[in-house]
């Protein structure tokens, strides 16, 4: 499985990529942003600084690793369940907390913010 660019909006399964400090290959076994090294034996894509399975079960969001049972994937800065239901991301960490108080939003709004943001179950 290739690994899907969304500002080229195209999947490609063999070279590896540079952009915004990242390094991974296509298929999205090895990963590199900031110094460290991530190694996995699923596909995996990064969008924003954020790291993701295929799936959807592991999400890497400034440096906090989250476990989600959703599938989800992230376009222009918002993160969505694969059903294009919305999740929200809260401004604060709140520990032991994170699923608490979900939200769902219409797949079109863009009224959500990244900044120190966790994702929320729909």
């Known amino acids: 499985m290739g690994v899907w660019d969304w500002e080229l909006g195209i999947k490609s399964q063999d070279r590896c990529v ?4 990242s ?5 999205g076994t090895a990963f590199h942003r900031d110094n460290p090294l991530f ?10 600084k954020t790291l993701f399975q295929r799936d959807g079960t592991r999400l890497c969001h400034d440096n906090i690793l989250f476990q989600h049972d959703e599938p989800m994937f992230c376009r222009d800065s918002i993160l969505f369940c694969r059903d294009a239901t919305l999740f929200r991301l809260v401004a604060k960490l709140q520990l032991g907390n994170a699923m608490e108080g979900s939200s769902c939003l219409p797949w079109r709004s863009r009224q959500i913010s990244l900044t120190n943001a ?5």
């Open 18 to 21: 540079d952009r915004d400090n």
């Open 23 to 27: 390094l991974f290959r296509r298929d």
């Open 39 to 48: 190694w996995h034996n699923q596909s995996m894509f990064c969008h924003d």
């Open 118 to 122: 966790i994702g929320r179950r729909c």
